[in-house]
């Protein structure tokens, strides 16, 4: 009776066994895999479509972009008046300068004439929507590329300029450099081959309704430590690119 009793037992354990074996392992097999995190959706709106425009805006592809490039309001500490962009060429980002110690910072891609450029100097010039046409210099520099443009641009989706357009001028002379949107998100925070300082299409168009002509825009091209203050540009002395 013990015997029959003990190997009963033991079947049951066998059976009991079995079965959570095959219930883990139908765990295991069923288990969904994990998603890739995505865009987050506030940057997702924010970089949106913009059918309103005279050319509808299709919505930005930022999923190849460091979510550090994205617009935002960030602490930083500067001697410039409230009012001033300030573009730091080596880190890629442009700040606006707000109250209280913060500013609106947005991603750049730095093309080689923006590299060519520092100091300061005013927005001589707002455009919508421009129109392009290379300088003398770039097609020189790059006639495979821009000799083909060298009757101009029209305003569009694949004009180099983008949306909008702000241009810089020292001494009521136009310098040349230009802040200006562009439709390769991917070059967000990089160094480009061609251009000045681009912005997504949808920063460039928030940038240009947040400031008006004559406002102050300093250019570093040298990186100034985190816990120290930007060095006001004397006198907005402004050293002219040498090559655009």
Request: contains cysteine; glycine residues 10%.
């Amino acid at each position: 009776m013990c015997v029959s009793r003990i190997r009963a037992c033991a079947a049951l354990r066998s059976v009991a066994l079995l079965a959570l074996a095959a219930t883990l392992a139908s765990c295991v097999t069923t288990a969904k895999p994990v998603k890739k995190k995505g865009p987050d959706p506030m940057h997702v709106a924010m970089y949106g479509p913009h059918p309103e425009e005279r050319f509808p805006l299709p919505a930005m592809d930022i999923s190849r972009v460091d979510p550090q490039y994205f617009r935002q309001l960030v602490a930083y500490q500067t001697v410039e008046p409230v009012g001033t962009i300030v573009i730091d060429t080596q880190d890629r980002f442009l700040y606006l300068v707000q109250d209280g110690g913060m500013a609106m910072r947005y991603g750049i891609g730095v093309g080689k004439s923006g590299l060519e450029f520092e100091g300061g100097a005013r927005i001589g010039r707002k455009a919508e929507w421009p129109r392009w046409t290379p300088t003398q210099n770039m097609i020189e520099r790059e006639p495979e590329r821009n000799l083909k443009f060298a009757g101009g641009v029209e305003p569009g989706l694949t004009n180099p300029l983008g949306p909008r357009a702000l241009y810089l001028h020292k001494d009521g002379k136009d310098t040349l450099f230009r802040i200006h949107g562009t439709s390769e998100p991917w070059s967000i925070g990089k160094a480009v081959s061609s251009g000045c300082i681009r912005l997504f299409n949808q920063d460039i168009i928030d940038l240009y309704g947040r400031v008006p002509t004559g406002s102050r825009v300093v250019v570093l091209q040298h990186q100034t430590p985190a816990h120290e203050p930007v060095p006001m540009a004397a006198a907005d002395g402004l050293v002219p690119p040498a090559a655009i």
